[in-house]
């Protein structure tokens, strides 16, 4: 029992103990005597404590503290937010990475060129695929002979065709022959200067 | 209620607010500082070690989640530290626990110097080995209670008991050696 006597001195000891050691106080002589001691020696030690000088080192603090950086700022912001709002959050920016790679993918996928791309520089042949031809089809005959589609299809279904660079006659032979020669094409012919 | 100010300020210095932290560091340093002068015996190292106990407190505040109260978090942080520190001393300071004391000048020429018995006190307490001044220091003027002071030391509630029963053992047999007779 005497060894609570220093907390029973400070009042920190649980409120069962406090009665538990007041009700042994009232029968004990020795320990009365005992906390009388006790009691005197924690005011000497609480005074020597409070004369203990202490330095203010706030300016220290400040110079190497600055102002937290913009990463510690974060985890402070992520740490204080609750985990609902985290998950939140987390979904949400998933949900927009998948939209980005989709329309990344969209754009930058299969080459697809309308027919006002800029990079084409004229029309120089004019193709009738095949009713039943697909677009897939198709796109393998123009990437075959380097053109792309730059005009229609028209009502009849005929397309205008240019390339990277204006062709000379001989290569725009070259590639009418070929064309000629795909079981998709119905037709192919040079239509002028594009 | 007091540590709900105190967990207030965590939170806003959790979010950087340099203000919240000096109104912390007023309330928090001294007594963080008068335990690391107590336990370690030097001025110097107490505050080098109570600088880095409030920087950790300023980086860890956004981490804190409010578990312990905030004081027993910055004891534990305080404790960590001050003990790191004296690991490689702790061998030397538990042989002097069982030291007499016979090369301290307790003559009463050098005693009379010591007017105050306060000033007495105070010499006594640096007589002892660190484990005893902490336990002294912790119930006496921090406060802490048997629970707090078993949680914060690692050790069985008991263990806390029978160090408080030797340190107060040591100290009256170094105030007695000293002439004050009070604590024999």
């Not at chain 1, 754009?107 to 039943?132: C, D, E, I, N, W």
């Not at chain 2, 914060?152 to 000293?178: H, I, Q, S």
Request: contains cysteine.
């Amino acid at each position: 029992m005497d060894l609570l006597l220093p907390w029973y001195v400070e009042g920190t000891l649980s409120p069962r103990e406090m009665e538990e050691v007041r009700r042994h106080l009232e029968e004990c002589a020795l320990c009365r005597e005992e906390l009388e001691r006790i009691s005197r020696e924690a005011e000497l030690i609480r005074g020597v404590e409070e004369g203990v000088e202490v330095p203010w080192t706030l300016g220290e603090l400040d110079v190497e503290t600055g102002s937290q950086g913009w990463w510690d700022r974060l985890k402070a912001w992520v740490a204080a937010r609750p985990g609902d709002f985290l998950v939140g959050v987390a979904l949400q920016t998933a949900l927009c990475l998948v939209l980005a790679f989709l329309v990344f993918s969209s754009l930058h996928g299969k080459r697809y060129v309308t027919l006002s791309s800029p990079m084409v520089k004229g029309a120089q042949v004019v193709v009738v695929f095949h009713g039943k031809v697909r677009e897939e089809e198709m796109r393998k005959v123009l990437l075959e002979v380097g053109a792309t589609i730059v005009g229609g299809p028209s009502p009849q279904g005929a397309y205008k065709l240019g390339f990277s660079r204006p062709l000379t006659r001989e290569e725009l032979e070259r590639v009418l022959e070929k064309l000629r020669t795909r079981p998709e094409v119905k037709f192919a012919a040079r239509c002028g200067k594009g | 209620m007091e540590s709900g100010r105190h967990l207030e300020l965590i939170r806003r210095i959790g979010a950087g607010d340099k203000k919240a932290f000096e109104v912390l560091y007023g309330d928090i340093y001294p007594r963080v500082y008068r335990y690391l002068r107590r336990v370690l015996g030097d001025p110097e190292m107490a505050r080098e070690l109570g600088n880095e106990v409030m920087m950790e407190v300023w980086r860890g505040a956004g981490s804190f989640r409010g578990e312990a109260r905030v004081l027993t978090w910055i004891w534990g942080i305080a404790r960590k530290k001050v003990w790191r520190f004296l690991r490689g001393a702790e061998r030397e300071f538990s042989e002097l626990e069982e030291w007499d004391g016979a090369h301290e000048d307790y003559s009463p020429h050098h005693m009379a110097q010591i007017q105050d018995l306060k000033e007495k006190m105070a010499w006594a307490l640096g007589r002892l080995s660190p484990k005893h001044r902490e336990v002294l220091h912790l119930a006496y003027y921090q406060g802490l209670s048997l629970e707090e002071m078993s949680s914060l030391l690692d050790v069985p509630v008991n263990t806390v008991k029978t160090r408080m029963f030797y340190a107060r053992k040591k100290l009256g047999e170094v105030l007695k050696k000293m002439g004050v007779v009070e604590h024999g």
